[in-house]
């Protein structure tokens, strides 16, 4: 018989922690997922969650929206304002990679811009891009706060709404993006590629932390995702498109004092099929001050962080390449 543990955590190729959350119903069940979640967030700062909730129509309608955009001329998807395009070229200091983007607030007045502007029609309908982007944003937002929640309650914080109140914040400044990876041979002559003993693959988006809260993605049945929860370290994730992952931000790391962990990570192109991606990136408002939470505060573990508000750490951010350090000039 298996126990209750292993039912709830079962092993997946790569070895990487699964969480169940359609286990989280019961109380009893509920204090075992929160459990496997916050080991999971001390281990790897990553975790893949299965049974999400969410529902499986508003995930096929974002993958369809996804696919019909990157399949546009350049030209058109250049025009996609008010949102953000890109093409190789990642923030804007000379980083990059063999990833296309679309990348917007998840504002609900910035995305109804884009009905106002017309600037993405699917199928010749201004409105759908608009409606499946809104439904599915408003889904993994739920997904994320039921999983902010479970780790506020396993680490005994006494507000248990600390971490998700603040991306259900009508200021939030949670971010949306869009990836394609389009099939690239891997070569061992290129210099914008990595090189192991058998061949080298060029790099889709290269190492780095996601510095907001928490960040949800979803794939589709393509590989390419590696994280590095030790220096020098990659993990290849194997794709699942029925579930999400779940990637511990830099402000996460900060507000849990340095317990869990802001998971290093990139994406390497696969050399025969097209990786596509949609992730979420929870953040709180950009006034909110981000301050290390009393309880993981002790005379053993001392405060390793000087608080800050989120637009101060997103200028540091925007300021820096994708790879560098920025937890560290944030430290007392
Ligand atoms: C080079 C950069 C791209 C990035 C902003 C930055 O200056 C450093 C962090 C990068 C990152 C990584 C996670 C997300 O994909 C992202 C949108 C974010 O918030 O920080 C990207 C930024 C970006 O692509 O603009
Ligand atoms: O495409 C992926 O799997 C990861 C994308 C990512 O890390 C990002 O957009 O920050
Ligand atoms: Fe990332």
């Keep these: 018989m298996r126990s209750d543990h292993q039912k709830l955590k ?9 969480i169940n959350l359609s286990s989280s119903s019961s109380s009893l069940q509920r204090s075992e997922v929160a459990r496997l979640i916050v080991k999971a967030c001390e281990e ?3 975790f893949k969650v299965i049974n999400h909730g969410v529902p499986d129509h508003i995930i096929a309608k974002m993958e369809e929206v996804s696919f019909n955009f990157f399949s546009k001329p350049v030209t058109e998807k250049q025009q996609a304002t008010p949102f953000g395009y890109g093409c190789k070229n990642i923030g804007f200091n000379g ?3 063999e990833v296309e983007y ?27 891009f608009r409606s499946v982007v809104s439904s599915y944003i408003e889904a993994v937002r739920e997904l994320a706060c039921k999983i902010l929640d479970l780790m506020a309650e396993e680490l005994r914080v006494h507000d248990t709404s600390a971490f998700s109140k ?9 971010i949306f993006r869009l990836n ?18 058998t061949n080298s693959c060029k790099v889709g988006i290269g190492e780095h932390s996601d510095p907001q809260i928490l960040t949800i993605l979803r794939s589709n049945n393509v590989s390419g995702l590696e994280i590095s ?25 900060v507000m849990t004092n340095g317990k869990f962990v802001s998971v290093k990570h990139r994406v390497l192109s696969n050399s025969a099929e097209s990786r596509m991606s949609v992730a979420y990136f929870g953040a709180p408002s ?33 300021s820096l390449r994708l790879g560098d350090s920025r937890l560290e000039l944030f430290r007392k």
């Design 10 to 18: 079962s092993a997946i190729g790569d070895d990487l922690p699964i």
């Design 286 to 318: 950009l006034d909110a001050k981000v301050t290390t939470l009393p309880e993981l505060v002790t005379p053993t573990k001392p405060c390793l962080y000087r608080p800050f508000t989120w637009a101060e750490y997103k200028k540091t951010v925007y």
């Design 95 to 97: 980083d990059s990679g």
């Design 44 to 46: 790897y700062g990553f």
């Design 229 to 253: 929860p030790n220096h020098g370290v990659w993990i290849p994730v194997s794709p699942d498109p029925t579930a999400f992952f779940i990637n511990v931000g830099d402000l996460l790391q």
């Design 166 to 174: 603040l991306i259900r914040d009508v200021e939030s400044d949670s």
């Design 102 to 128: 679309l990348l917007f607030s998840t504002n609900p007045l910035f995305i109804a811009q884009a009905q106002s502007s017309n600037s993405i029609s699917i199928d010749n309908d201004p409105t759908k």
């Design 180 to 197: 394609h990876y389009p099939p690239v041979l891997c070569s061992s002559k290129n210099n914008s590629s990595i090189s192991n003993s």
